[in-house]
């Protein structure tokens, strides 16, 4: 049987497409350190468990496709604590950021229509972008630079009839770049000029470090008509597998129209809106002790790399991820090395090929994304891994004597 055209052209996430690698190394009994993916070790406010425990409804009906109220009332009083005035019928609820993504690409183009996206992007954008057959035009930004926006001029030119709107993710996932409040406004003023839609993604906006403020593109109220913010309870609650996530705009036609594909998927998960629900009530210092805690990690992690030699990576301000430049030809093979003939003291580390991560091809073949969300131990084991392991991989594959 053959499959469709379409899904044989979508990429592979470089996030997990190395998962048989690692069930193959953890076969084995090697302890395998995930650099790879964004899942934090840190617990679930208690809050949102006891929420779960707690559910005691008969049934697990279908809820209302845009999100229950309680959740969305939840959402207003939480973005009035960073002096962001929206009310519940600015926010839909989703099946995750993930979802919010999709509906947003689905909600202003056409097949053929353009998004400008920065790159390296958050890589599965380009599977969403490729279900609403929207083509991402990237704008490179350069680890030169630490990832900083590229010019306005730059984005400027690649604005043709087709483009509906410039995408961010601010902190960034995978670069660690936080957007600056006049980065911003030279994006909403470009982004007027021509009459389009700026989405900024900030499912890591608490995750701000060395005193880094951060501004919400929620926080330009003359700009709102074109304004889009993608949300999510994933990284900032540690519930990434509950789903739940929002879109959330003032421009009432963008949630009208998004609210046809909102009920067709029916409602986002009931249970878990309970959840997210209830971790809205968690202290604020629940947020701000997992931020000082990535924070620390960040350190733990990024003094170790900057000592192996030939690798190259700045301190990244925000999210918990960043890009490295390694001295090797090929980061998938050096991945695949690391998993498949290497270990040290019993562990290897997993790492994500930077590759994916760009619209343009050949791109970050030398770099990685790395993510800090494990504990320091195991940071601290995975830099020694790293640094072993690239010494093996320099010396057996690519046959140089340091
Ligand atoms: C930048 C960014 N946006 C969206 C998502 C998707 O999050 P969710 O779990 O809410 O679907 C992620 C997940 O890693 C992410 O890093």
């Given amino acids: 049987m053959q499959m469709s055209n379409r899904i044989s052209s979508f990429q ?20 395998v350190i995930h650099l790879n993916i964004g899942q934090p070790d840190i617990k679930t406010p208690k809050e949102a468990l006891e929420a779960i425990r707690g559910f005691d409804r008969d049934i697990i009906e279908y809820g209302i496709s845009e999100g229950e109220v309680a959740l969305r009332r939840g959402l207003v009083r939480y973005y009035a604590k960073y002096g962001l005035k929206v009310s519940q019928d600015d926010i839909m609820i989703t099946t995750g950021g993930s979802e919010a993504i999709q509906f947003v690409f689905m909600t202003l183009c056409d097949p053929y229509d353009e ?14 972008a490729n279900i609403a057959m929207v083509t991402l035009r990237p ?76 501004t919400s593109i929620l926080s330009f109220p003359e700009y709102q008509d074109r304004v889009i913010c ?10 990434c597998g509950a789903r739940i996530g929002a879109i959330v705009t003032r421009n009432r036609e963008v949630l009208e129209s ?9 409602c986002p998960p009931a249970v878990e809106q309970v959840a997210a629900t209830a971790a809205l009530n968690a202290p604020d ?29 700045s301190l990244p301000k925000g999210a918990f991820y960043f890009v490295v430049d390694l001295p090797v030809d090929d980061a998938e093979k050096f991945a695949i090395y690391m998993l498949r003939d290497f270990s040290y003291e019993g562990c290897t580390v997993m790492i994500a090929p930077a590759e994916g991560f760009y619209v343009t091809p050949g791109l970050g073949k030398q770099q990685a994304r790395i993510a800090y969300v494990l504990n320091e131990k195991e940071l601290v084991m995975a830099a020694e891994c790293l640094a072993r392991g690239l010494k093996a991989y320099r010396r057996d594959v690519m046959q140089i004597k340091d």
């Fill in 258 to 266: 998004a609210l046809k594909l909102a009920q067709a998927r029916l």
């Fill in 139 to 214: 704008v490179t930004s350069s680890s030169d630079d630490n990832f900083a926006l590229p010019s306005i001029a730059e984005f400027e030119k690649r604005i043709n009839k087709k483009t509906m709107g410039i995408m961010l993710c601010s902190p960034n996932n995978p670069t660690g770049h936080v957007y600056s409040q006049e980065e911003l406004r030279g994006l909403l003023e470009l982004c007027r000029k021509h009459d389009i839609f700026l989405v900024v993604d900030e499912v890591y906006r608490e995750f701000c470090y060395d005193g880094k403020s951060f």
């Fill in 115 to 128: 998004f400008i996206i920065p790159e390296p992007y958050y890589t599965n954008v380009a599977t969403f």
């Fill in 285 to 313: 210092e629940y947020v701000e002790d997992v931020r000082a805690e990535y924070e620390r990690r960040r350190n733990v992690l990024i003094s170790r790399m900057q000592r192996i030699p030939g690798v190259r990576c």
């Fill in 12 to 31: 592979c996430s470089p996030i997990r497409r190395l998962v048989p690698y690692s069930r193959d190394a953890e076969e084995k009994g090697i302890h």
């Fill in 230 to 239: 993608i949300d999510s309870f994933s990284k900032r609650f540690s519930m």
